[in-house]
């Protein structure tokens, strides 16, 4: 069954598919290897399909009976038959169609349920394969483009491997059957009604082609008119101040008015679509009424084989019908396959050195940070240059500096969100590239300035990195209690157990950070990463927390990325960064009495904490 | 809609109001629509037709052997499928094009909804979201007219037509075949309820996985930092499965519905030839009649199984259709009045005890008078989250007050029409807003008829002539979205010419600190002080020489207008303007010397 996708679709690619490459061997090539990737996703339920199969022979094959019921009772009634026997005739279509049902009932439940059961596969390997990809990944790629492949292009693939499939073997084989049928009625007629046929499935195909082709011009256009409505709403405050809004309602209609051009090209084809398939197929119902009226009256044909003969007329149409829409949906569900294929494939920057089977000893790290003459570039752009620096375990190194200067790249490096030139930094004397990522990000607690909480409850987030069954409650609390996050969750509806985020309590920036910095200090982590984590919390309650982290801190690395001088006054190592440049270097005291950046920097903040009193 | 949630018939009632509320964007296209019903009506009687031409070439010739006549019949199959043909590409393409128009129609509606509604509006609504009314749900309606309304109305055309037809035939046969109608109506009944709730929960399934993706994919470096793949991943799973058992779980309903209408179909046909056959035999009634009633008794079961599709597309028109309204019922409340009254004096701006909170009673200005004299240049100054862009945002109504009163001549801005409110200021703003189009379409923007010369004195002016003339094109350069094509002192620059072609009587600015360089920072300076050089200003300043060049300064602190007089007053006076001044202006001073 499965080779079928891979023979019809191999059949329609040169023609049909809009891939980056018209050329059709390169791209036949290609496009053989994936759908010989999508096979192990059906062969998985080869029994189910076997059994599936076997109900569409038997409901097609019950399916064409019917009409030979009719034919023996039409006959029966122009020769004259008893009471008895139509009543046998009746039971027997009654029989037939219950027989029928109960398969047709078994075959969607099978070969439809098969086909859900393999977007269930194929949706847990698409989010297993997102899950690997790394932040440069996912900083290139759109996120609405990414939930496009997992819904959209994935629902194309379904309709491929289930509706698709189904059809186009029930239709297969009721045409070849029917015809079978139709050939033992009478040769010559069905041979002169076979004839319009062909054309119907070309016809079929072309309008398919055509339709497609203007569908995807409607598509363009709904984007342009998308992109105006979009400007014009994110740039609402000048549009009115310039008293703007009929120019933009008349760009609008403009585009509007192109979309309903373009719309109206397709409807006039849609429109010509059915008709004209109706119009060929009602071309072979007068040939029948014509040709087999003259067989029946020269003996050749009896009553019921006419009757018979356009029952089995009408029940060809479908599968010529159905044969153009199988292979669109083909069409665009491998299109759609070669798309999610696209993100399957695509390998992550950053991953362990180590083949995963090789992985070392689990190693204890002591945390001692080392950035040796490091230098990095982002997409072309140098971020840092020259950067160097230790951080023994239990010491603070904290990072100073204009929006922009590389702190936060500097700091991203450490966990390997990107990848370090080789030999630049260092963890207990190893190139952080050398570890395994589950010891190194293991060892880290993050918190970032703009945390992402999930849809969960706050000891739910708080025990994000928790295995199993979550974190023992007092490991929470006292994660919340170091993070004065105590008092807030105390005044939640459902305290720790409240829902935040989009569904549910909306927190405060703060509150956020504070969440953040909770859940990192639950993993009991070697070195803590803050990244401008508490810019939203105001400066009383980030000097509580800073007292209450002082204990914590002292039995770890810390780096501390900050605007705020009171944050990172008690380092023992401060860098002033400026263009991805370490500019000035030392201890508060240190820095303030060398009257650089930093002292500016101090003066500055003194000036601003006197207005607030003001 | 949720509080109904599990209450069909209250639900039922209100998808009724909902679709009598479509239906009325109908009546425009009366006519058009007109035409394609009487299609529709012309195209199903031909339909009806066929099987009967079937019953006479047996009754007639088949079962006689008589031929004489049958080319008639023939001829007349041939003029039925012509028309069929015509017919149904008449009815298909006015009832597409119907439902274009009442798509641009809606469109146009919720466009120009938006042009009006509060600028508060679209705090509250993220643009992506406002976006998705006019076009996807806009789409989902399309569905509703192009192929519901249509099909609905010639599936009941047919039922009608082929229940006459039977009647007349032979009305005790029709009898027969109609006593299977009730079956049909239940199981019809069974499944409507449970495809409508199963179609629910699928929706529910799939929107908590589109949730989930949206999370995992914006987070994923947070669930990596964590090493949390393992049970993000479970929770996914989680619904992943319960999207597929709700879909295992629908299917049956789909599986059992279509068989059980073939089998009430079976019965009907199974009654026909009983019946009819019996009849048959005792001679009152034709061979062909019984024929044609197995014809017609097939084509009147299909509409029937095709009820599910377009219930789909009733249930997903409804969901859209709701969102729309919702949208389209929230009036804008800051309406001007449409004849109001007009200040015709000087233009002196007066603020008269103005308070107001964005939400609630969390004040952003506490009791702030002043005013504004017809030519003075003020300069407003304040730490971030003063309250200085407000003012801006009130005195254009973006925003109406929530106590106090601002005026022009004594006039309350509540009373003067919107759009002349908004002609008398330029606005300037930090963001610098250009649109995709011409340089010369962005200069000219607001403006009524600005002639080419004065498009091109503004840029001169403005000092971004020479720049412009760098460019493919000049003034009939084109601008990508968002003017991202150019520089920020370039964009600046371009909002300053763009002002000056307005020629407002109040110029309201809302200086950029933009990073540009030294040579770019004196054009700007200097096209600045062009600018505001005799002409009513307001501006929030960020540039030393901006705040020199103004004759009186307003520090705002806190919400609360705290200090005012000229630059030099205000720095004598060593108050809050002078800390400000340390922090934010004096390293300008020795930058710029």
């Known amino acids: ?614 | 809609m949720a509080a109904n949630l599990h209450d069909e018939p209250l639900e039922a009632a209100y998808d009724a109001r909902l679709l009598r509320r479509l239906l009325r964007y109908l009546v425009p296209h009366r006519r058009t629509a007109a035409v394609a019903f009487s299609a529709i009506v012309g195209h199903a009687l031909l339909q009806l037709a066929e099987p009967y031409l079937i019953k006479l070439a047996i009754d007639r010739h088949i079962l006689t052997g008589e031929l004489a006549g049958l080319e008639l019949i023939a001829a007349a199959l041939l003029v039925i499928l012509t028309g069929s043909f015509l017919l149904e590409y008449l009815e298909t393409y006015t009832m597409g094009m119907v439902g274009q128009r009442i798509m641009y129609d809606l469109r146009m509606e919720i466009y120009a909804h938006l042009q009006r509604i509060d600028v508060a509006y679209y705090d509250r609504h993220p643009v992506g979201r406002l976006m998705t009314r006019v076009t996807t749900d806009v789409d989902a309606l399309n569905d509703l007219f192009a192929s519901g309304v249509i099909s609905v109305f010639r599936d009941i055309v047919l039922l009608v037509g082929i229940m006459g037809v039977l009647l007349w035939m032979d009305w005790r046969l029709a009898l027969v075949a109609f006593s299977v109608l009730p079956l049909i109506a239940l199981v019809t009944q069974w499944f409507r309820r449970n495809a409508r709730a199963s179609y629910r929960a699928v929706r529910g399934w799939i929107a908590q996985i589109n949730a989930s993706l949206q999370e995992n994919i914006s987070g994923m470096s947070t669930v990596q930092l964590f090493r949390r793949e393992a049970r993000s991943f479970a929770a996914f799973d989680r619904l992943n499965r319960g999207h597929t058992q709700a879909n295992l779980d629908s299917i049956f309903y789909y599986a059992v519905f279509y068989p059980a209408i073939e089998l009430i179909g079976a019965v009907a046909v199974a009654a026909i030839i009983w019946y009819g056959g019996g009849w048959t035999l005792e001679g009152t009634l034709t061979l062909g009649t019984l024929v044609a009633f197995i014809q017609y008794s097939q084509r009147f079961f299909r509409p029937i199984s095709d009820l599910s599709e377009k219930f789909n597309i009733l249930q997903a028109a409804m969901a859209s259709s709701e969102r729309i309204f919702g949208l389209l019922d929230t009036p804008p409340r800051l309406a001007g009045p449409a004849a109001g009254r007009l200040p015709d004096g000087p233009g002196r701006i007066t603020f008269e005890h103005v308070w107001f909170a964005y939400r609630g009673e969390d004040y952003v200005l506490r009791d702030v008078s002043f005013s504004v004299e017809p030519g003075e240049r003020i300069g407003i100054a304040g730490a971030t989250g003063a309250g200085k862009t407000t003012l801006i945002n009130l005195l254009l109504r973006f925003y109406d007050v929530s106590r106090g009163r601002i005026a022009i001549d004594g006039v309350d801005i509540r009373e003067i029409p919107l759009d002349h409110l908004r002609r008398r200021f330029g606005l300037v703003l930090q963001d610098v807003f250009l649109f995709s189009g011409t340089i010369r379409e962005n200069i000219a923007c607001g403006a009524d008829a600005v002639s080419d010369a004065e498009v091109r004195a503004a840029a001169d002016a403005a000092h971004a002539g020479p720049f412009i003339d760098r460019l493919p094109g000049g003034l009939d350069a084109a601008v990508a979205e968002r003017g991202a094509t150019l520089s920020a002192g370039q964009k600046q620059l371009l909002s300053f010419a763009r002002a000056l072609a307005f020629d407002p009587r109040v110029l309201v600015l809302d200086e950029a600190t933009s990073n540009v360089d030294t040579a770019t920072e004196m054009l700007i300076r200097d096209a600045l002080h062009r600018l505001i050089s005799g002409r009513t200003t307001l501006a929030i300043a960020h540039r030393l020489s901006t705040l020199r060049d103004m004759d009186r300064i307003l520090v705002f602190h806190k919400g609360e207008l705290r200090e005012a007089g000229p630059h030099r007053a205000l720095l004598a006076r060593r108050g809050i303007y002078h800390t400000l001044y340390q922090l934010q202006y004096r390293d300008q001073e020795t930058a710029l010397a």
Not at chain 1, 95 to 114: D, N, T
Not at chain 1, 282 to 288: D, F, P, Q, R, T
Not at chain 1, 403 to 416: A, E, Q, V
Not at chain 1, 489 to 503: I, Q, S
């Open chain 1, 1 to 614: 069954m499965s080779a079928q996708i891979g023979a019809h679709g191999q059949y329609n690619w040169p023609t049909g598919c809009k891939g980056p490459s018209r050329s059709g061997f390169p791209m036949r090539l290609q496009f053989n290897s994936a759908a010989r990737r999508l096979l192990p996703y059906v062969t998985r339920y080869r029994a189910r399909f076997a059994v599936g199969a076997v109900f569409l022979l038997l409901t097609t094959a019950i399916q064409l009976v019917a009409p030979w019921v009719l034919k023996l009772a039409v006959d029966d009634l122009t020769a004259g038959v008893t009471r008895g026997k139509l009543g046998l005739y009746a039971a027997a279509l009654i029989g037939i169609a219950a027989l029928g049902g109960v398969c047709r009932f078994r075959m969607r439940c099978v070969i439809i349920g098969a086909s859900r059961l393999i977007e269930y596969d194929l949706r847990s390997h698409f989010f297993g394969r997102l899950q690997r990809l790394d932040l440069s990944y996912f900083q290139r790629n759109r996120t609405g483009d990414l939930m496009s492949r997992a819904t959209n292009d994935l629902n194309a693939v379904r309709m491929m491997v289930g509706p698709a499939l189904m059809y186009a073997a029930s239709t297969g084989i009721l045409f070849v059957v029917a015809v079978a049928l139709m050939l033992s009625i009478s040769v010559w007629l069905t041979l002169i009604v076979l004839l319009p046929l062909p054309l119907v499935s070309i016809a079929v195909r072309r309008f398919g082609d055509a339709i497609y082709d203007r569908s995807e011009r409607i598509q363009a256009q709904l984007a342009r008119m998308s992109a105006i409505a979009q400007e014009a709403l994110a740039g609402v405050r000048v549009v009115r101040a310039y008293g703007r809004e009929a120019v933009e309602l008349d760009r609008f209609e403009a585009a509007n008015r192109e979309y309903v051009a373009r719309s109206r090209s397709v409807i006039r084809i849609q429109g010509l679509f059915f008709p004209s398939l109706a119009f060929c197929l009602g071309l072979s119902a007068l040939v029948v009424l014509w040709a087999g009226t003259r067989e029946v009256v020269a003996g050749r044909m009896t009553t019921g084989d006419f009757v018979a003969f356009n029952a089995y007329l009408t029940m060809l149409a479908w599968p010529v019908i159905a044969f153009g829409w199988v292979t669109n949906l083909l069409q665009r569900g491998m299109a759609a396959w070669q798309r999610m294929l696209a993100v399957a494939d695509a390998e992550p920057d950053v991953r362990d050195a180590q083949p995963q089977g090789a992985a070392p000893a689990p190693v204890e790290l002591r945390g001692r940070v080392e950035f040796r003459d490091l230098s990095f570039a982002y997409n072309g752009q140098p971020v840092l240059e020259g950067v160097s620096a230790v951080v023994e375990p239990g010491q603070m190194l904290a990072l100073v500096g204009p929006t922009g200067c590389g702190k936060s790249t500097l700091i991203n490096l450490l966990p390997r969100l990107f990848d370090p030139p080789p030999g630049t930094v260092l963890v207990d004397g190893v190139d952080v590239r050398q570890l395994p990522l589950a010891v190194l990000r293991g060892a880290i607690g993050y918190v970032p300035q703009e945390p992402l909480l999930f849809s969960d409850t706050v000891a739910g987030n708080v025990a994000f990195a928790a295995s199993g069954d979550g974190a023992p409650a007092e490991a929470v609390e006292s994660a919340v209690a170091l993070a004065c996050l105590d008092t807030d969750v105390a005044g939640f509806p459902d305290g720790l157990e409240t829902t935040v985020g989009e569904r549910g309590l909306t927190l405060s920036g703060g509150q956020q950070q504070r969440v953040a910095l909770a859940r990192a200090l639950l993993t009991d982590p070697r070195i803590l990463i803050l990244d401008d984590a508490l810019s939203a919390v105001d400066a009383r309650t980030e000097e509580a927390i800073l007292t209450r982290l002082r204990g914590v801190m002292r039995q770890r690395t810390s780096i501390v990325v900050s605007h705020r001088i009171s944050t990172v006054r008690g380092a023992d190592l401060i860098l002033v960064l400026d263009r991805g440049r370490v500019v000035e270097r030392g201890t508060h005291d240190e820095l303030l009495a060398a009257g650089g950046l930093y002292a500016g920097l101090d003066r500055q903040q003194r000036l601003a904490a006197a207005l607030e009193e003001a």
